[in-house]
């Protein structure tokens, strides 16, 4: 496949694709290298990080180990990441297509739909659903994916309206293919591509989304996330600056990583763009 | 008179992993003034490069590696990029195919053309519009006033390319280079844009670089032509003596492909119609708000024709005259607002989604891009054998009927498991005509199924699909805007222009004593009338 | 004229979607555990059955779900948001007093993100695969990867404490009132920081669209006609290649008007400022349902306002759009 | 920086502690005149009238505005201060105060008793929170002349309940701006405080800042001596410590910083951290039952929770030293009420609780849990949110798994206090100077459903209930504190509620403020002798 040739020939979607495989081995090796709970209390709270061999990172304000964290952490925000980012193309792929195929009325009322979602702030709706739902990790997941489909959806649509009338669609209408053929054989094979590419900046917008969320102290305090971590080590900030920087700079590394990816797929795609 | 612009052996070098090392090896050309010079070749002869070497315009990552390109004397190749700027549009200027993209939508036609001015003179603004405005006025734009503020997609194709003959004029360059300009035109608009290129070059004496893949067009207006293929300089001379007796065999080869004006002696057509079309109409009503100010275009107005057994009914016209919107009522792609369209005694037009979808398999349509016309996702077999999947037929039975329409249609029965992007532009067009006849459909209905294709793969095309028509006793409908092939392969034709048929009948007749003034005035724009007159179509295939 | 009825109709459409947002957000909250009266009596402190009883009528709290919805959108419809159970006010000066701080944020914001985003995407776009390029769009990678809260904690500890150059929050000193550019001077001061926090994220998004969309421009036919009159490559993008490659961001403006505000949530947490983001944060929290809802309405009138100018400066950029195409 | 927390934390309360006995050894400089004090304003509130809401989120403002009949004195003894006298009759049922002649309200309207009858009668009987628990038993108050205002009381009021209350729930508002203007609730004075305070109202930006300027006829003679107060609201804790670094805030008052900065400012010169100052707003960390859960109605799994909990470990390691070991519901800062003996104390023993949960039957199932519990902590407080970690991970060693429930403010008082939907839910209980004011509801049977901080645990003690209600209405001083041993006694054994840790609010503040907490409630009260030298 000269995709993979064609990725691998421009070096930040490389570094990209490294830093993800080091996240993924973090997030793997997590029970192995520190089978305890995350959350259970280790040491003595607010240990300086690489001055106690048993805590590499240090401990947080609670006491508990920052490296079990940020290990486990990977697993969790990788989580929350991919099914937001998962249900939001979901969301975002079926009204995108509805709306591009069949247009007319159904577009403009989708389209009104989606309006709305966007015209709302995203992060306010997510305030209000975390409010009435409460803040576990699923509810936390869910309302992430709620809120962001809109984009995809936008970007699904373009891409149906523009395929809808290409010939090969015309052709399969005059052998006798129905719609839903027509809609998920034909179209959104080629459909696809680009959004799957997007789903690399919405995975990195729902990980920042739920730091942001445990910052305010809203994300589920049962789960060792990185969004919590940053929102303990707030209390400290101004002495124990590590227990936020920490968990920031993991967020960086692996939002960094996933966009470098999606950018790295992207241009493999469309390599026109790349060569002036 | 001495050459004006010199190409000495001149190569060009494509980056690595091109599908040949070379672009251009060892081009010699000579162009003097006061002449017309056309390059003609296929798609992928290096004709095109010929032009941007020249220009030094290359694209990324592709390099002049050898040979000297003389302007006046001058060696271009060594210019510095300073002095390079002040010999483009002054010196040579150029003019391209897409009129659509080759203008910027977001500023008017004077700006663009006043930019010339500001570049390369000193005038002054109102000195600049006014020296605009005489240009326009030279090209014979109508009205130059409301043009010159006027923004791209404000004018009609020709008159785009009208503007850039103006703004490629301005500075009276002694070097015109036309790449291919009148390609994506009208045969009515490119005869006139044919014309003017003509007399402007007469009157300026400017030496005109004309890049063509018609070779009526080389017969209408060239003085002398080379022909390239893959890159380099088959034949080159007088335009008489080398469409006259072509010496190189690819040039013979070039000349046979083209389908001459003459009709072939008519068939004896079967009186029993398979498929009547009466009264059929399509409106399109655009834009306004509650019925006020509504934009309404009367696509397909009042057309009736009848196609008999076996016979190919041709339908001809300019863009936007309607015929491919008639071609979609057919097939029910586009649902007419009134009419009847009898086949076999059913009348599609009144048959609802459902039964259509059915009855559908009676008539089968091919497309005119090869590019689009093919699902890039989905294997060349599959894309064959869906029509039998869809009307019943087992899986495994289908694809093997998809292999024996493969050879059917000339294609090696193994490459149903290819995927699109790996075959032709010949090929894919060939797989359509597979995926058509896979249902066994009483009438073909082809919309411009060659426009897209180089003239010797036309031609391989056109003979398939007449070996096709006699094998399979096919009743076909044609679409196309170029009157030699419709003359070569139908057997009636109807004129079609704004919607409406303006003229109908045997195509010998209709083509040798054309009764309406639309059809007299399309065959006279026919670029190189005369030429190829009387030959039957080449039959030999074509390396 | 055409742009003005054309931007007209968009604004028609949005009247629906503005209904729909508000009718949703006005059912979901009413699913909260707990309601206005609770969260005040957690902030009192105490306060027995029979106040709640009374603060609950007094808020109309005791009516049916749809009985409160009708009332609203009866209000809403003659233009009045009702009052503020937080602050005791109609909730129209409420968001009045808070309304500056957030456009300004805004402002500043959008126009320093569009603004270098602009010129590094040009910048990135002309070295194409050079140093330039990747050195601009690691950079904008990594503060679009940056979490906004932590790099305003983190610019806070450097440049307000640590370096003593500029205020730590809030929106103007007030211990010692100035007036007139004095004043304005000191509000800039004080909006530095959140601005480049909450820029610098969007920041990020302008220059990879800025860049992508000046590659794409860069290969369409006209530019190459510009090339072949003779034209020096500055003289192109600037001509012909900006205003083409302008129109997708000045789409995205009208897209991102609302996600912006969401993001002056954390912002205006972690610098204190009195904007609307807060507030809302905190009506959520208080389960003030008119204060939310006054500041979703104000936010979609906003977000719709900056589409209304959107459309404008597109039909100004692209004429195809006002002589009808 | 390898210090670790607990010496750090160490070292601060040293310094503290030193300030305390005896304040700053420095000759007695005379108090500078002018000068504008900041204070960092955390939670905004819905109104400043201390009549109407009694929470340290108004007095920090309507404290410096208003003024109450009577506050409490460096000893925290009562002194008067609208009143200058007092004296109640025999059967406790008439309480008379005479009061201040010469006072005038900030518009010069002249301080009568009718202001302080409208105010009894109307806001402190019929919205006050807590304020309508203690006058339920007013009937009337009586203005035989413009400066004497009697309380006429159905049951024995005694003397000095209603003292040590009136500090908190005594503020007097001005009559003539509030009767007859429509719901008092919705009053715009509300949030533009007319008192007779020695600060006056100037101006209220929301979500931004409140300022007060001097009252010039205030009626103490040259007092105030600051010019101007200026409270800048702050929400976010580290924001708010930043600030008082680059010099914009002075005071932060009831524990507004951060543990690790209130720690870090303690160190540092410019600053003073002490717990001196709020002996008045002392408040226990509290683990609530709920008697639904059939394993929390068994007293010997109340009482092994209560053992499982390391409390000087976590103290030590997480709250540093402004904390200390709870003993009951009343903290040993009230010495007026604070019993010598406190009955059971469950020290830390995980054996103990271990044994105690085999005996009540719930042996450890698979992976060692025995049962599973919900946890709803309280919103706010940074020590609440580490206690419900601290209390998550001591259960799990003792085979009980905890999932904490994260709510916000109004969804935790509504599904603990009204829908009962928790198991364990911990907060503050906060103590106001009196037993009978806000401590002994938490216990007494027969609260309305959905009254916030009172028994929900569907738990009934009569034993309990009639040393509540006896207490409640006992003239004699010393029989009362008895009374109240017996209460504390009794609510640790049966354990509805344990307060095994208590604490008192944290000042921050400027070296330069000079006269500060000087008082057991400081923060709330008036600052008339507050100034800053240079």
């Known amino acids: 496949m000269d995709l993979v040739k064609l990725y691998f ?167 006798g293919l129905r719609d839903i053929r027509l809609i998920f054989g034909e179209i959104l094979p080629n459909a696809l591509p680009p959004v799957i590419v997007y789903a690399s900046v919405v995975m990195a917008i729902a990980i920042l989304l739920e730091s942001a969320l445990a910052f305010l102290k809203l994300s589920d305090p049962n789960v060792a996330s990185w969004g919590n971590l940053i929102g303990a080590g707030r209390d400290v900030l101004r002495v124990q600056w590590y227990v936020s920087a920490i968990p920031g700079i993991a967020i960086l590394v692996t939002v960094l990583a996933v966009s470098l990816v999606g950018q790295g797929l992207n241009d493999a795609l469309n390599p026109r763009l790349k060569s002036r | 008179m001495s050459p004006i612009l010199v190409l000495d052996d001149v190569s060009v070098k494509l980056p690595a992993g091109g599908d040949r090392a070379h ?243 008519a068939r004896t057509l079967s009186d029993e119609p398979i498929m009547t079309i009466a009264h059929v109409s399509k409106t399109y009503r655009t834009g306004g708000f509650l019925g006020r100010g509504q934009r309404v275009t009367h696509a397909v107005k009042d057309v009736s024709l009848v196609l008999p057994k076996g016979a190919t009914l041709g339908i001809v016209g300019e863009s936007g005259s309607g015929k491919s919107t008639l071609a979609r009522c057919l097939v029910r792609l586009i649902d007419p607002e009134s009419g009847e369209i009898r086949l076999n005694g059913i009348d599609l037009a009144s048959l609802s989604r459902e039964e259509m979808r059915s009855a559908t398999r009676h008539i089968q349509m091919v497309f005119q891009d090869p590019f689009a016309s093919l699902n890039p996702r989905r294997k060349a077999g599959e894309a064959v054998a869906q029509g039998l999947i869809v009307h019943g037929m087992a899986r495994p039975q289908a694809l093997a009927r998809a292999k024996e329409l493969f050879g059917l249609v000339g294609l090696d029965p193994a490459a149903t498991e290819r995927y699109p992007h790996e075959f032709s532009g010949g090929q894919r067009q060939r797989i359509g005509l597979a995926r058509a006849l896979a249902l066994e459909p009483a009438v073909l209905v082809a919309d411009e199924p060659v426009s897209a294709l180089d003239v010797s793969v036309q031609a391989q095309v056109l003979k398939l699909l007449a070996e096709l028509r006699q094998r399979l006793g096919l009743s076909i409908v044609f679409i196309t805007h170029d009157l030699r092939v419709a003359a070569q392969v139908c057997d009636l034709v109807a004129v079609m222009k704004s919607g409406e048929v303006v003229e109908a009948g045997p195509i010998g007749t209709v083509f040798s004593e054309p009764q309406h003034p639309y059809t007299q005035a399309l065959l006279a724009s026919i670029p190189g009338r005369d030429f190829g007159e009387g030959r039957e179509l080449a039959h030999e295939p074509v390396a | 004229m055409r742009v003005l009825s054309l931007a007209g109709r968009r604004l028609a459409a949005s009247i629906p979607t503005l209904f729909l947002i508000l009718i949703g957000v006005f059912l979901l909250l009413q ?216 129109l997708p961001m000045v789409t995205l403006i009208g897209l991102q008007a609302g996600t912006m505000l969401g993001g002056s949530v954390v912002v205006e947490s972690v610098f204190s400022l009195p904007g609307l983001g807060r507030l809302a944060y905190e009506s959520v929290i208080q389960r003030d349902l008119n204060t939310l809802l006054g500041i979703v309405f104000v936010s979609a009138l906003l977000v719709i306002a900056v589409n209304f100018i959107v459309d404008l400066l597109y039909a100004r950029l692209d004429p195809r759009i006002t002589t009808g195409s | 920086m390898d210090m670790t927390r607990r010496a750090a934390l160490k070292t601060s309360a040293a310094i503290a502690s030193s300030v305390l006995f005896p304040m700053r050894s420095f000759a007695q400089e005379t108090p500078r005149k002018g000068g504008v004090f900041t204070v960092h304003y955390g939670a905004e509130q819905r109104q400043l009238n201390p009549s109407l809401q009694a929470s340290t989120g108004v007095y920090i403002i309507g404290g410096k505005i208003q003024e109450q009949l009577v506050d409490l004195d460096a000893k925290g003894q009562p002194v008067g201060v609208l009143a200058e006298s007092w004296e109640a009759s025999p059967d406790g049922k008439t309480i008379t105060f005479k009061l201040r002649p010469g006072v005038t309200w900030h518009d010069g309207k002249p301080f009568t008793s009718a202001d302080v009858q409208f105010t009894a009668m109307e806001m402190w009987k019929k919205i006050l929170n807590y304020g309508t628990t203690l006058q339920l038993f007013l009937t009337a108050v009586d203005t035989p002349d413009p400066l004497t205002a009697v309380f006429r009381y159905e049951r024995p009021m005694p003397l000095n309940l209603l003292l040590r209350a009136l500090p908190d729930l005594g503020y007097v508002s001005p009559r003539h701006l509030y009767e007859g203007k429509g719901d008092i609730r919705q009053n715009p004075v509300n949030l533009a ?130 904390a200390k070991r709870g003993t009951g519901p009343i903290p040993s800062v009230s010495t007026d009420f604070y019993p010598a003996d406190n009955g059971p104390q469950y020290p830390f023993d995980k054996k103990l609780a271990a044994k105690l949960l085999d005996e009540a039957g719930f042996k450890p199932g698979a992976g060692g849990t025995r049962f599973s519990l919900r946890l709803l902590p309280a919103p706010w407080g940074e020590d609440v949110s580490l206690f419900a970690t601290f209390i998550q991970q001591s259960l799990a060693d003792v085979g009980i798994k905890v999932d904490i429930v994260r709510t916000d403010g109004g969804g935790f008082l509504k599904q603990v206090y009204d829908d009962h939907a928790f198991d364990l839910a911990t907060g503050w209980h906060q103590y106001r100077n009196d037993p009978a004011v806000s401590t002994t509801v938490w216990y007494r049977s027969g609260q309305p459903k959905g009254a916030p901080w009172t028994n929900q645990w569907d738990w009934t003690d009569p034993t309990i209930d009639k040393i509540i209600d006896d207490a409640a209405t006992e003239v004699d001083a010393a029989k009362r504190k008895a009374l109240y041993g017996d209460f504390v006694r009794r609510a640790n054994t049966e354990l509805p509620i344990w307060t095994p840790i208590e604490q008192i609010f944290l000042t921050a503040i400027s070296a330069k403020a000079r006269n500060h907490s000087n008082t057991p409630r400081w923060g709330s009260s008036s600052w008339h002798d507050l100034w800053l030298a240079e």
């Open chain 3, 31 to 246: 699913l909260a555990p707990g309601d206005t009266v609770d969260a005040l009596m957690a902030q009192m402190g105490g306060g027995d059955a029979a106040t709640a009883k009374q603060l609950r009528e007094f808020y109309g709290l005791d009516l049916s779900v749809w009985a409160q919805l009708g009332n609203y959108l009866w209000r809403l419809v003659r233009l009045d948001l009702g009052f503020s159970a937080i602050y005791g006010k109609p909730v129209a000066t409420v968001i009045a007093e808070r309304l500056p701080a957030t456009i300004l944020l805004m402002t500043a914001s959008l126009s320093f993100a569009f603004f270098f985003g602009l010129i590094l995407g040009v910048v990135a776009a002309r070295g194409v695969n050079k140093w330039p390029d990747t050195l601009i769009s690691t950079l904008g990678l990594m503060f679009y990867a940056m979490p906004t809260f932590w790099f305003g904690l983190m610019a806070i500890v450097v440049f307000s404490i640590y370096l003593q150059w500029l205020p730590a929050g809030g929106f103007e000193d007030i211990t010692v009132s100035y007036t007139g550019l004095r004043r304005t001077l000191d509000i800039a001061l004080h909006l530095v920081l959140p601005t480049l926090t909450l820029g610098l994220f969007y920041m990020a998004i302008y220059l990879r669209i800025m860049r992508g969309s000046m590659l794409e421009v860069l290969n369409l036919d006209f530019v190459r006609t510009a090339r072949s009159k003779g034209m020096d490559e500055t003289r192109v993008v600037v001509r012909h290649v900006l205003r083409n490659a302008l």
């Open chain 1, 9 to 175: 020939r421009s070096p930040p979607a490389v570094i990209g694709l490294v830093l993800l495989i080091l996240v993924l081995v973090m997030a793997a090796s997590a029970d192995f290298l520190y089978p305890r709970d995350p959350l259970a209390l280790a040491g003595r709270p607010l240990i300086w990080p690489f001055s106690n061999p048993r805590f590499l990172l240090g401990t947080d304000n609670s006491g508990r180990d920052i490296a079990a964290q940020i290990f486990h952490g990977a697993r969790i925000s990788l989580l929350i990441g991919g099914v937001a980012t998962a249900i939001s193309i979901m969301i975002g792929i079926t009204i995108g297509a509805l709306a591009g195929y069949y247009g007319a009325y159904v577009d403009t009322a989708l389209m009104r739909v989606t309006e709305a979602f966007q015209t709302l702030p995203n992060f306010l709706l997510l305030l209000v659903l975390v409010a009435v739902f409460g803040s576990t990790i699923t509810t936390v997941t869910v309302a992430i994916g709620i809120v962001s489909w809109p984009a995809s959806a936008r970007l699904t649509r373009a891409e149906f309206l523009s395929l809808r009338n290409r010939e090969f669609v015309q052709a399969g209408r005059t052998l």
């Open chain 4, 193 to 322: 405080p007319v008192g007779t305070g020695p600060f006056k109202f100037v101006q209220y930006e929301r979500g931004q800042h409140v300022i007060a300027e001097r009252n010039a006829n205030y009626w103490r003679a040259n007092a105030p001596y600051l010019d101007r107060i200026v409270w800048r609201v702050v929400t976010d804790r580290a924001a708010a410590a930043a600030q008082m670094e680059a010099g914009q805030i002075h005071y932060s008052p009831f524990s507004g910083l951060t543990i690790s900065d209130s720690a870090r400012l303690g160190k540092d010169p410019r600053f003073i951290v002490s717990t001196k100052g709020n002996e008045g707003n002392a408040r226990t960390n509290t683990i609530e039952f709920n008697f639904r859960r059939k394993e929390l109605a068994d007293i010997r799994v109340r009482r092994a929770i209560a053992h499982a909990l390391d409390i000087p470990f976590f103290i030590e390691n997480f709250l540093g030293d402004f």
């Open chain 2, 23 to 265: 672009a251009m090896a060892n081009v010699s050309l000579a162009l003097a003034a006061n002449e017309i010079l056309c390059v003609v070749g296929e798609s992928g002869s290096g004709k095109s490069m010929t032009a941007n070497a020249i220009m030094r315009l290359l694209p990324g990552g592709v390099t002049i590696d050898g040979g000297r390109i003389l302007f006046e004397g001058r060696d271009l190749c060594g210019l510095s990029e300073a002095e390079m700027r002040k010999v483009r549009g002054a010196g040579i200027a150029m003019i391209f195919q897409e009129p659509m993209t080759a203008l910027n939508p977001l500023r008017s036609i004077g700006d663009q053309i006043g930019e010339m001015f500001e570049l390369h003179s000193e005038l002054s603004a109102a000195e600049i519009k006014a020296r605009t405005l005489a240009l326009l006025e030279e090209v014979r734009i109508p009205d130059p006033a409301l043009a010159f503020k006027a923004y791209p997609h404000e004018l009609s194709g020709g008159q785009r390319q009208r503007a850039m003959i103006a703004m490629a004029l301005a500075l009276d360059p002694k070097v015109l280079i036309a790449d291919e300009p009148t390609t994506a035109l009208d045969v009515t608009t490119q005869a006139q844009i044919l014309k003017l290129i003509r007399d402007l070059q007469r009157r300026k004496g400017t030496a005109v670089l004309f890049i063509t893949h018609d070779f009526g067009v080389v017969a209408e207006i060239a003085d002398r032509v080379a022909v390239m293929s893959k890159g380099e300089v088959v034949e080159a001379g007088e335009t008489e003596a080398v469409l006259g007796n072509p010496q190189h065999a690819y040039t013979r080869q070039l000349i046979a492909a083209v389908p001459p004006l003459k009709a072939p002696p």
